[in-house]
């Protein structure tokens, strides 16, 4: 199986966890549209058919990938920045 890029779920997993913290302290009747939708999401990325499962194993994927990338400066031609191509 597949599996989507860490950043990619951890975005998921917050993004829903954050709505389901708002939807809970509102206690609306049901979830948002766009919270079904991670939530389908989450299941589909996992393989799982409930979502608390996904959570679940979408953690444990994210417990055990590894560190993010630090985010590097441009490469450089002696100090300057390169010029970036312009779109034809």
């Known amino acids: 199986m597949l599996r989507p890029h860490s950043a990619v779920l951890r975005r998921i997993v917050d993004e829903y966890e954050a709505l389901s913290a708002a939807v809970a302290a509102?206690?609306?009747a049901d979830l948002s549209t766009r919270a079904r939708d991670l939530a389908y999401?989450?299941?589909?990325?996992?393989?799982?058919?409930?979502?608390?499962r996904a959570l679940g194993?979408?953690?444990q994927w994210l417990a055990t990938?590894?560190?993010?990338a630090r985010e590097t400066a441009?490469?450089?031609?002696?100090?300057?920045?390169?010029?970036?191509?312009?779109?034809?």
């Open 26 to 28: 509102s206690e609306p």
């Open 65 to 68: 990938a590894p560190a993010p």
């Open 41 to 52: 999401t989450l299941c589909v990325s996992t393989g799982t058919q409930d979502v608390e």
């Open 74 to 88: 441009p490469p450089t031609i002696t100090g300057q920045r390169m010029p970036t191509p312009e779109p034809a």
């Open 57 to 59: 194993v979408a953690h």
